[in-house]
Nanobody
Framework: QVQLVESGGGLVQAGGSLRLSCAAS????????MGWFRQAPGLEREFVGV????????YYTDSVKGRLTISRDNAKNTVYLQMNSLKPEDTAVYHC??????????????????????WGQGTQVTVSS
């Protein structure tokens, strides 16, 4: 069982920055692939980015490339989402999610919510124009 708790959301002006954190419980955090998703009012939850269990690999949706960066500190059981050059369209509730890593043979679509077993409650990010 993994419990995830996000923090760091808030209200920021366009062009500003925020850093979200996702703290995980448990002793096997380094065995989990961590994803970030977001959900705006009236829309489906969408993929933002993902980081491998080791932290070596990251992938992002096109709309955030170059502005948002995912990192992790396995010693602190925490994954981060650094958000720069924020735009009003980034306004959403941001959720982190965890999937156990089965290694290189694991076949799954990391952009899909159903690929992740554990979810945090989310943190609100509001970007004003």
């Amino acid at each position: 069982q993994v419990q995830l708790v996000e923090s760091g959301g808030g209200l920021v002006q366009a062009g500003g920055s925020l850093r979200l954190s996702c703290a995980a419980s448990g002793r096997t955090f380094s065995s989990y692939i961590m994803g970030w998703f977001r959900q705006a009012p009236g829309l489906e939850r969408e993929f933002v980015g993902v980081i491998s269990s080791s932290g070596v690999y990251t992938y992002y949706t096109d709309s955030v490339k170059g502005r948002l960066t995912i990192s992790r500190d396995n010693a602190k059981n925490t994954v981060y989402l650094q958000m720069n050059s924020l735009k009003p369209e980034d306004t959403a509730v941001y959720h982190c999610a965890a999937r156990f890593s089965y290694g290189i043979s694991d076949s799954y679509d990391y952009t899909r919510t159903m690929s992740y077993k554990y979810w945090g409650q989310g943190t609100q990010v509001t970007v004003s124009s």
